[in-house]
């Protein structure tokens, strides 16, 4: 009884330590408390990434079946211009996470600079093409005339203001990699917790604010994550992380830039992959009508609520991957990888019996139209039956990536993603008229075949000797 009472509380002294960021050396100790210490910021932060994606598509639902089908279609497009984001976030975790354990903080600080600079440099071309063309983006995702008429918004104020999510998505990135991810999962606090605030402000109208619609979820998402990035910065400017960044830190440095661009090419490479394949499942899901299309946007955001712990742990691996590296020690960096897989499948497992057992109960809560919850819980049903595979996987593959070896997963998505995903979609739900249940199970059997193909490659130990 004493035991299990001193463990809690030690549970709760560790879990205030995380939270707050005191402990940011993961070089040494026990591996344990380091994925502990990690991993609980990183899931808290993805946990309210989750929740305002939930509570944004339940709102959302309350205007038509059009405006979460809008929402489906502009994300799987933005999805595919972040490949870009998410491959320099991998760079500056990798670069970061490198310099920090071997104890160069100045050098950490310049790659953060550059990472920005190219994060502005991305999001104001895509500013142009989603100000410009939105309409013409519905359109070729398969859009009905009557929803790109009333989604078009959304969809222009979204990708207009893009440098809001990339900015946060990029700083956040850096944060982590220097072991800061209490910084991190306050930041995301801040912006989510305005998003959900505003969303039925803007959406719904109040007082002055005239009601948006659909158009209302992306003024708040960009006001949301505006003012979060305005609060990184400042925490980078006044140094209440381990990276402090000055104004004569504000200089194009083309041997770290350079630096950050061919580590994140793979990382570019290997998420265009798999955004690009997650756009032409949308592409098929689209040829069975909005409502269909509707069910299966719901069930993608329902499964985001338990995807992001998972995704926080693989962040968490791979900063203890990069700094261990840093520190020369590639051993302990492979056990951290082998330790936070096993904590990921087990939390996977334990979700994947939740959604097979309450599939419909769960869709029921968004929307009630009989073919959106038909297809909804049949899309839980069958991506969660692969769950465990995901929780390992998503650990390994972004270890690799922590690590600085970006190609390797890009191999392994292209096989996996555009070699098998793509055409066994395509045949089963189109050519054999197996429906949107062919897509399902594209989707379950591409994610089983990563983890399986990444543990393997992992093994191997190529990935110790990359240099960043």
Not at 108 to 113: D, I, K, M, P
Not at 234 to 260: E, H, P
């Amino acid at each position: 009884m004493q035991s299990n009472k001193i463990s809690l509380i030690q549970f709760i002294q560790y879990f205030i330590i995380a939270v707050t960021g005191k402990e940011q050396d993961f070089t040494s100790g026990s591996i344990r408390r380091a994925v502990f210490m990690l991993s609980i910021p990183m899931i808290l932060e993805m946990l309210m990434e989750s929740i305002f994606a939930i509570v944004d598509i339940l709102y959302v639902s309350q205007i038509s079946v059009n405006a979460v089908a809008t929402i489906g279609l502009t994300e799987s497009v933005i999805t595919l211009v972040y490949a870009v984001a998410i491959g320099l976030s991998m760079a500056a975790t990798a670069i970061v996470a490198r310099r920090v354990g071997e104890k160069d903080l100045k050098g950490a600080s310049h790659a953060a600079v550059q990472v920005i600079f190219l994060g502005v440099f991305v999001a104001a071309i895509i500013s142009m093409i989603g100000i410009l063309y939105p309409k013409e983006i519905l359109g070729l995702m398969g859009g009905e005339p009557d929803l790109i008429a009333e989604g078009y918004g959304y969809t222009q104020v979204l990708l207009g203001g893009n440098i809001t999510i990339m900015l946060l998505f990029l700083i956040n990135a850096i944060f982590r990699g220097a072991g800061n991810a209490s910084v991190a999962m306050w930041t995301l606090i801040l912006s989510n917790g305005l998003n959900i605030i505003l969303d039925p402000i803007f959406i719904f109208g109040f007082g002055s604010i005239p009601a948006f619609g659909v158009e209302g979820a992306a003024i708040a998402t960009t006001i949301g994550r505006g003012t979060a990035v305005v609060f990184q910065l400042a925490i980078l400017f006044f140094g209440y992380s381990k990276i402090r960044i000055g104004v004569k830190d504000l200089v194009i440095r083309i041997g770290v830039m350079f630096n950050l661009i061919k580590v994140s090419l793979g990382g570019i490479g290997q998420f265009l992959i798999g955004t690009s394949s997650w756009v032409f499942l949308m592409r098929i899901m689209s040829e069975f009508g909005s409502e269909v299309l509707a069910g299966y946007t719901i069930a993608i955001r329902v499964m985001m609520f338990t995807l992001m712990p998972a995704w926080g742990m693989s962040n968490a691996a791979a900063t203890l991957v990069g700094q261990n590296l840093g520190a020369k020690e590639p051993e302990r960096a492979e056990l951290s990888v082998w330790k936070t897989g096993k904590y990921s499948a087990i939390f996977m497992g334990l979700v994947s019996i939740i959604y097979l057992v309450f599939a419909q109960q769960i869709i029921v809560l968004f929307n009630t139209t009989p073919d959106v919850v038909k297809y909804g819980s049949q899309c839980l049903r069958v991506i969660a039956a692969g769950y465990i595979f995901y929780g390992y996987g998503m650990v390994v593959i972004n270890s690799f990536n922590g690590a600085g070896d970006t190609k390797t997963p890009t191999y392994i998505n292209f096989v996996c993603f555009w070699l098998l995903q793509l055409p066994f979609a395509y045949i089963m739900a189109i050519t054999l008229d197996f429906g949107p249940s062919g897509v399902f199970w594209a989707i379950t059997l591409a994610e089983i075949l990563i983890a399986v193909v990444s543990i393997v490659w992992f093994k191997r130990g190529h990935w110790k000797t990359i240099k960043v």
